[in-house]
């Protein structure tokens, strides 16, 4: 059933969606301001479950694009991406036009909520990803045969560009991938136009919904000085995702981070605060990919959602924000079966990173 | 007056721009073939005077971009640029748009042909350069306040992509040339669309002429076992161009190049064939840039033609084809007055490509 966004709410979707962000998605507080602006002028958002869409509904998926790090150095204007969403529309011969997000996480969860709001139309709970991932076609609109185009690209100085017919998905990445490097390594696109019954055949389902649920739990945790940790287990055991685990309670010894063809790629070390529990490696190209141990067998990989949060207050820390001497709860997440899939898994299994490993799925002890 | 362009012409239209190209604007045998498999279909071409275009009707620039070493390995499909200027009316809404070159030189004089011919549409005789130059705002279009986009540019592949709006051109530059590296480094661009009253005003005129004179001047000079070098000398003396004029009969003893962000750049030496004449240095990017002599001294730069000839056929070498033990004789074409200007010579002046230097007009002594 349809549900009512309120500005109120805004502080719980940025908490719980840099949880599923696994540590990309850009910093959510750039898009909490963004969203928070628009709901403010425009009042509360009618939210939309998928099935409420209709079939010849069009839907356009908004996401921001780059390296997260740069958004602290050049922050949004603030209509990019509504000014991609309308470009695109115009481009098809569309209008009225759904928003819906790419990915479940940090920015990308917000960013549509002022899209749609700036725009005043609902916006659909659902994603492409069910968490954050590095690249356009890491989407299960992808894996069900979909096209990214046409699709626009927008920045912060009026740039419009229109990708309006690519070979292949992947070709659309490296394309819209080189079109953000140039303008300065963040933009925003509108992307994979479909209609509702291609929407009802392939998004992740309410994933709006379960990072308001994760956010109001770890706020309400915090309200109540109960541990957080625990709390995001609690709040993340539906829609088919897992109960959160805690994988180690530690401090980061070693932060390797370069900005490589337009991504944020590095290694984080955790080492135990319990000594003699050992040390963590976790790679990362925007999000966290994957969890090896001392030994370097890996503990978690990609799909599942690795996620290293503030034991204290259990705010997800993005990988831009990482630096040595910080206190960290490492968190895995189940991810739901529909990111399990072998269609899934060719998208954004381990191998997909370049990982010589098969996906083996994580459950808590 | 209009004029007809026949399949017959095609070799010296190719001979001709390619020494308008002062070794670059791409090898003009590929587009010699595109153009010649479209007359073959279509019929003789109605090539228009600037004049000649009603001030309503729409023009849009025709151009390959990119490192012209490429299309050796990388020939294109055919259809590209055509699909490029459809995909630009459509976008723009306008039919019938007539092509024009964006500049003089090698492939670029071709590939509009076979567009128009394709389209059933006139041609029109001018361009934004006056010869080859290697990058998009390097026109007098530019000069005269006209924007470069929309523009779409597309690939062998079948990838299009509209960049619909930019805040100036030398982002339409720098946007257009990181699509066209993730490309493959080539690829055809629709730009700068103006109407009738705007191509009046900036147009360099007649330069498709100019290089079918030029052509045939070199083919007839072959024929009667003449000099070449003088048959482009006579030939060039029109529209504004100075006479062609000898700097150094020489052999090539060095050749550097690399690849890089897009541009084939490099220097070629010349060493004079008569003992003690010297030596002379001449550094491209894509077009040959500027010829200094032994001491380093400037003795040509652009906007000036430099370009380098067999001296045995006259036909131009271009850049990609420079190798080591080559005879060549190196020409001055001056530039004419419309490319001297105060507003053309910031856009592709000496100091535009990094040099300490004022342009110095060139004459033959």
């Given at each position: ?18 949880i599923l962000?696994t ?107 069910g968490r ?78 379960l990072?308001?649920?994760i ?17 995001i287990a609690?709040a993340t055991n539906v829609n088919g995702y897992g109960r959160a685990f805690l994988v ?43 969890v ?7 503990i978690a990989t990609v799909p599942d959602l690795i996620t ?23 968190l895995i997440i189940p991810a739901p079966q529909i990111m399990k899939?072998?269609?899934a898994l ?13 996906y083996v799925a994580m459950t808590a002890e």
């Amino acid at each position: 059933m349809s549900w009512i966004l309120y500005e109120d709410d805004l502080p719980a979707v940025a908490i719980g969606a840099a949880i599923l962000g696994t540590g990309g998605g850009g910093d959510p507080y750039v898009g909490q301001v963004m969203a928070a602006e628009a709901l403010q002028a425009h009042g509360p958002l009618e939210i939309l479950e998928v099935d409420e869409v209709p079939n010849d509904q069009w839907i356009l998926a908004i996401a921001g694009m780059g390296a997260p790090t740069v958004l602290f150095e050049k922050p949004p204007a603030g209509d990019e991406p509504t000014r991609a969403f309308l470009a695109l529309e115009r481009h098809l011969g569309v209008t009225s036009a759904f928003p819906c997000p790419i990915e479940a996480g940090g920015i990308n969860s917000l960013i549509p909520i002022a899209v749609a709001s700036q725009l005043g139309r609902p916006l659909v709970d659902a994603d492409g990803m069910g968490r954050a991932f590095p690249e356009l076609y890491m989407v299960t609109f992808h894996a069900f045969g979909q096209s990214g185009t046409p699709a626009c690209i927008t920045n912060e100085f009026g740039d419009v560009v229109i990708l309006d017919e690519v070979h292949d998905n992947f070709m659309f990445e490296w394309i819209a991938r080189g079109i953000t490097i140039r303008m300065g390594a963040h933009a925003f696109v509108a992307q994979f136009p479909m209609q509702g019954k291609q929407l009802h055949q392939s998004a992740i389902r309410g994933t709006l919904s379960l990072a308001l649920r994760i956010g109001k739990a770890v706020m309400e945790a915090g309200n109540r000085h109960e541990d957080p940790v625990a709390a995001i287990a609690q709040a993340t055991n539906v829609n088919g995702y897992g109960r959160a685990f805690l994988v180690m309670h530690g401090k980061i010894v070693e932060v390797s981070r370069q900005t490589v063809e337009g991504f944020s790629k590095g290694t984080v070390t955790v080492k135990a605060l319990v000594p003699n529990e050992g040390t963590l490696y976790i790679d990362f190209q925007n999000e966290n990919l994957a969890v090896r141990n001392g030994s370097k067998e890996f503990i978690a990989t990609v799909p599942d959602l690795i996620t290293l949060v503030d034991p204290t207050t259990g705010y997800a820390i993005t990988t831009e924000r990482l630096r040595y001497g910080q206190r960290v709860a490492v968190l895995i997440i189940p991810a739901p079966q529909i990111m399990k899939s072998a269609a899934a898994l060719h998208i954004w299994g381990p191998r997909r990173f370049g990982y010589d490993v098969d996906y083996v799925a994580m459950t808590a002890e």
